[in-house]
């Protein structure tokens, strides 16, 4: 910045520069980031603000204009979209959006009143669980949840491998490799989530025994690399009995509510 000051001795300007004027706040930077849109509100009259989920957790961003159907903003900050965003990024406040890039619409799951709702379900259920521990694998495992999700993988399966992968980030996950009571490794009959657990048969007390194919197949889908399935077959019955499970897992043992579980349970 510039400034102008007369002397006595002459009527010319005297031109001073005050370095440092010119640069940008500390807490003001341009930069590029890659995530998810899991929210929009309407700011001002044809604008909005952006919740982008990144692998360094939810920033708000403003996006001038958006709303306008010429904006280029207009289908790059959709609910959803995965982008790659340059902001003009504040520590303290909402950054600014300077221009997107798509890298996934996923349209098939813009399309389809199920997915919608178990994607709403689950980008919920991540945004709380990365409050809660903050690993960037958290991230890794929402963009593989939506790749599978809108590549036609049965929505619930995903649901539920996830939520089994997300108990270890909660500090909470159960004990499926050995009877909870006991610690057998042998005669594995059902799993309790009042108990934690594997429960054997000597141990089984009031517990509901569930099928054999449901106790093998919990340990698998929590060892399973989703970026790598190629093929998720599960019966109506075994999915019943997982969904159960990891449902009523973490009503017991989460603390999380989540509004968006009404509208899932509206559609199944």
């Known amino acids: 910045m510039i400034y102008y000051l007369k002397t006595k001795a002459s009527s010319n300007p005297l031109r001073l520069r005050l370095k440092g ?75 600014k959006l300077i221009d997107a890039d798509t890298i996934n619409s996923y349209n098939n799951i813009k399309k389809d009143i199920v997915k919608i709702s178990y994607v709403t379900y689950i980008t919920e259920l991540v945004t709380k669980v990365y409050k809660h521990d903050g690993n960037k694998n958290i991230y890794k495992l929402y963009l593989d949840c939506l790749d599978k999700i809108n590549d036609n993988y049965n929505p619930e399966a995903i649901t539920i491998i996830l939520r089994l992968k997300l108990l270890d980030y909660l500090g909470i996950m159960p004990i499926i490799d050995r009877c909870v009571v006991c610690g057998n490794t042998h005669d594995i009959v059902t799993m309790s989530s009042y108990l934690g657990g594997y429960v054997c048969k000597n141990c089984l007390r009031n517990e509901k025994v569930i099928s054999t194919k449901s106790i093998k197949l919990i340990r698998m889908l929590y060892l399973v690399d989703i970026s790598k399935l190629n093929k998720l077959d599960i019966s109506k019955d075994v999915l019943k009995e997982l969904e159960e499970f990891t449902e009523d897992y973490y009503d017991r043992y989460s603390g999380i509510y989540l509004k968006s579980k009404i509208l899932l349970d509206t559609i199944k």
Do not use: C, H
Not at 22 to 31: C, Y
């Open 21 to 95: 004027n010119n640069k940008k706040r500390s807490d003001d930077m341009d930069k590029k980031i890659k995530g998810v849109i899991v929210s929009e509100y309407p700011f001002e009259d044809n604008s909005k603000i952006i919740n982008i989920f990144t692998e360094n957790g939810l920033l708000g961003v403003i996006a001038k204009g958006a709303k306008k159907v010429r904006s280029p903003f207009f289908s790059t900050t959709t609910k959803f979209n995965y982008g790659s965003f340059n902001i003009n990024y504040k520590e303290n406040g909402l950054s």
